[in-house]
């Protein structure tokens, strides 16, 4: 079983709905990640939390808003959906001291938007 | 401005040889490295890391070199395998950041039979 689960693994939608990614993990780990992937652009952060109680914002949060609504599970919103929100989605944890930082990612929602 | 750079977009090899793939940093309080290897739709999967405090770190047919007052690193792939085909970030960290990762844009590796 996957460690790190993302569902739906493929979404299309059309622009100005809502829609929600969700990320589950059994790894026990405290921290939790949210990263959108564009060709050519890398990993860019959009959320992370280091706790249940804890939400920062990350590199490019504008559009999106989460949820950590338990230690194992992490949604990411995206309140009004616009093309250009068109990307791979990707989870990611981490344990809160583990010295080593290593992130450990989910398979990746891949979300058009038209 | 991009802390972490990967200047070569793309490499490719043949099977057997060396795979070196570059990685240069800007930021002097990252204390922590990591390399990730990623397949077209899957997630990055964490591939080897090191630590500030060493300039080499081996494991199996992958090794890392750090060179800081280059503020270099350099993954090495002995021997590349077809299946070593994929795309490589690499990635820093430091207290600075919150011990948040710090991504490269990635250098996608082609190991031909």
């Known amino acids: 079983d996957a460690d790190v689960t993302q569902t739906p693994r493929n979404r299309i939608t059309k622009t100005g709905k809502r829609i929600m990614l969700e990320c589950s993990q059994t790894?026990?780990?405290?921290?939790m990640y949210w990263y959108r992937q564009d060709p050519g652009l890398g990993l860019r952060l959009i959320y992370y939390s280091f706790d249940v109680k804890d939400i920062n914002k990350g590199e490019i949060s504008d559009g999106y808003s989460v949820s950590r609504q338990a230690q194992a599970k992490f949604s990411l919103s995206l309140e009004s959906a616009i093309p250009n929100q068109t990307a791979f989605y990707f989870c990611a944890t981490a344990p809160a001291t583990s010295g080593t930082d290593t992130q450990y990612f989910g398979p990746g929602t891949r979300l058009t938007v038209l | 401005d991009q802390q972490v750079k990967q200047n070569s977009p793309s490499l490719s090899v043949q099977e057997g040889r060396i795979s070196i793939l570059n990685c240069d940093y800007t930021?002097?309080?990252?204390?922590?490295f990591l390399w990730y290897k990623k397949y077209p739709a899957e997630g990055p999967t964490f591939l080897i890391s090191i630590s500030s405090i060493k300039d080499k770190n081996e494991d199996g047919r992958f090794t890392v070199f750090l060179n800081k007052s280059a503020k270099h690193l350099s993954l090495h792939i002995v021997p590349s395998q077809p299946g070593d085909s994929a795309v490589y970030f690499c990635?820093?960290?430091?207290?600075?950041?919150?011990?948040?990762?710090?991504w490269g844009l990635g250098t996608s590796l082609a190991v031909n039979p």
């Open positions: 790894k026990g780990h405290d921290r």
């Open positions: 990635a820093a960290s430091g207290a600075g950041n919150n011990r948040k990762l710090i």
């Open positions: 930021n002097s309080m990252f204390d922590y």
